[in-house]
């Protein structure tokens, strides 16, 4: 969501003033944000029933969140160069093929390719109707046309959340279903959207990393750069193990599901920025927060109240109270990023400063990196794992107050001095505004001294008990449940090339929760001919559960002489006991010949000895759960 908060607008701008794509270009963006946010409500969680570890999903998002901040690095002087207009037109077919391919693969190679080029689509998209609006409105508008901007952003957010959340339990249709509104994004592109201008054929392609290259050399601002992405580090979790969390640990109320709930957040962006709109048109010589504070002030201010809204909503499962926590680091995130431009227009050097605000996304782009990463090793060994999440959000909620603490030692090292920077010349001093509650030794050290009290307060807390789901999302009672995993004896046979195995696997009446097949088969090593390789073996997993329900693998080959594996796991019921038949295909398995499959076979492959692990979750003992 967009926490920037729009400037106030000239009470004589009209709407009527506005030209016919202005809106079609805000139509085509609130399609957008609903397609990107209502298949990211869901993405997490759909990697997780696909059986993807917490340390996998963490290493897919951080692949996907950067690109749309990276992409635009080239595709920005590329639309100039050959065109808004094909530029997005090209967003929309890649955006809307990985959308696609989402929607119809469950191998970790169709996940990859569906997210590169989701993300790709993104990136190429995000920079065009803000350069769009700038070219097709007056000065005198412009203030107005990016509110109206910021609204369709957030509307777009909300809406996309809240379709998923009522119409789509399965949520490959979900991912059908947002691929489809990309689908209608293209054809409003081709029909009714037009080039603000003409194509800038001597445009430099390369201008942006050349512009990249010059600020990497600036040490405070690169300094900056790092510290600013620990908000962001924070943010990334709303996209990835807050809705793990919630699919884990909160009851959710009947009929509500965890789409429903990631609609919350964009619901109070718009009415705190329509509050603020309003109070600024009836009070117009009253001054916002943002003009009576410092932007560093305003900074940490976000951030903390950000950081409060973590707390609040990991230290409790209940549902009000997070709701309540959302509410909170809602409110911190629209106040962080805007002090954080006006922080830097305060501080940049005059001849560096339009470089400075242009590449405002990099600690995004960072943030949005790491905190997957990070937040995918953590919440796999603590929530998962160990059954506290407390501690989780402690750690995540620690980085926040790092952060503040951080930005209020370079403002003192960078900001508020006389002395020119080390390298700079004299002239060009930075200065920000004075009033800067934070920035006393006694309020930094009580900052860092909750650090260790949030950490010990999240450790001893004891463990959270899981909350059974079903696959619709709903709880399944009783909401105090807390499951364990447990694993059948693995079954062992062999397969014949062409040919599928049957197997029964029965599981106790009181399975509940996620149920897990996992099929693994070693390939022959190559043969002991000189230049003799041996060709993948290819199998296909097919699992009917006891209500008739089937779920089919795409076809995997192992690596070259490697161990071939395939997970297919169950979307979560409330009784998953009963007897489940399960299918394993030996699709193709690869001869041993020469390198390049010149010339006979040496070694024809017939078959592949298998090995079919099942894992399933049932009510954890009551000493565990204690």
């Known amino acids: 969501m967009s926490a920037t908060a729009p400037a106030t607008p000239t009470a004589h701008a009209s709407l009527s003033s506005f030209t016919r794509q202005f809106w ?40 996907l969140l950067p690109l749309p901040y990276i992409v635009p690095l080239l595709s920005s002087p590329l639309s100039e160069k050959f065109g808004y207009r094909p530029a997005l037109a090209l967003a929309f077919v890649l955006y809307g093929i990985g959308l696609g391919i989402l929607a119809s693969s469950t191998s970790v190679e169709g996940i990859l390719a569906a997210v590169i080029l989701w993300g790709v689509g993104a990136g190429l998209f995000k920079p065009i109707p803000v350069a769009t609006i700038g070219h097709i409105t007056r000065p005198e508008t412009r203030n107005r046309a990016f509110a109206i901007f910021y609204w369709a952003i957030n509307l777009g957010a909300f809406a996309g959340p809240l379709v998923i959340g009522l119409y789509f339990g399965n949520y490959l249709q979900a991912f059908a279903f947002t691929g489809a509104v990309i689908g209608l994004s293209l ?26 290259a010059e600020i990497l050399v600036d040490r405070p601002y690169v300094l900056l750069v790092a510290i600013y992405s620990g908000f962001w580090f924070l943010y990334a979790m709303n996209f990835t193990f807050l809705l793990r969390y919630l699919q884990d640990f909160v009851a959710l109320p009947d009929g509500f599901n965890v789409p429903l709930f990631q609609a919350i957040n964009p619901l109070v962006i718009i009415l705190t920025g329509g509050g603020i709109l309003v109070l600024s048109l009836l009070l117009p010589s009253r001054k916002t927060l943002q003009d009576r504070m410092a932007p560093i002030a305003l900074m940490t201010v976000g951030i903390a109240v950000y950081s409060v809204g973590v707390m609040t909503l990991g230290f ?44 405002g996304f990099l600690p995004i782009a960072l943030g949005f990196f790491t905190g997957p990463l990070v937040g995918g090793i953590l919440y796999g060994a603590l929530a998962t794992r160990a059954g506290q999440p407390r501690l989780f959000w402690a750690i995540i909620a620690a980085v926040g107050l790092l952060t503040i603490v951080a930005f209020q030692m370079y403002n003192r090292r960078y900001v508020s001095r006389e002395e020119p920077i080390p390298g700079e010349a004299p002239a060009p001093v930075r200065r920000a505004p004075a009033t800067n509650v934070f920035a006393g030794r006694a309020a930094m050290g009580g900052v860092l001294l909750l650090v260790p009290v949030l ?64 099929l693994r088969w ?22 009917t559960d ?45 001869d041993t010949a020469l390198s390049g499959g010149l010339g006979p076979a040496l070694a024809p492959d017939n078959g592949n000895a298998w090995a079919l692990e099942t894992t399933y979750q049932a009510p954890a003992p009551m000493e565990e759960t204690a």
């Open 455 to 518: 950490l010990a307060a999240g450790a001893f807390s004891g463990t959270t008990p899981f909350v059974s789901r079903g696959a619709d999302g709903d709880d399944l009672p009783p909401g105090d449940l807390r499951l364990t995993t447990l694993s059948l004896r693995a079954i062992e046979d062999y397969t014949a090339e062409g040919r599928a195995s049957r197997v029964e696997v029965s599981l106790p009446e009181e399975a509940s929760g996620n149920v897990s097949f996992r």
């Open 546 to 590: 006891p209500s008739g329900a089937t779920f089919e693998s795409e076809p995997r080959a192992n690596p070259p002489a490697g161990e071939g594996t395939i997970v297919l796991t169950l979307p979560p019921q409330e009784r998953a006991g009963g007897t489940y038949a399960v299918e394993i295909a030996a699709e193709a398995c690869g």
């Open 24 to 63: 079609v270009i805000n139509g085509v963006e609130l399609l957008e944000r609903a397609a990107w946010y209502g298949a990211l409500a869901v993405f997490a969680i759909h990697l997780n029933q696909l059986g993807f570890t917490d340390e996998q999903i963490g290493g897919i998002a951080a692949l």
């Open 522 to 543: 070693r390939d022959e090593p190559p043969g002991a001919f000189p230049g003799s390789q041996n060709a993948p073996d290819t199998f296909r997993l097919r699992v």
């Open 187 to 212: 054809v409003l592109t081709l029909l009714a959207y037009r080039n603000p201008q003409p194509p800038q054929r001597d445009v430099d392609a390369l201008r942006q990393f050349r512009k990249l």
């Open 316 to 359: 409790s499962n209940v549902f009000a109270l997070a709701v309540v926590g959302v509410i909170i680091y809602t409110i911190g995130e629209y106040i962080t990023h805007p002090g954080f431009l006006s922080y830097v227009s305060k501080i940049a050097p005059a001849d560096r400063q339009s470089v400075y605000q242009s590449f």
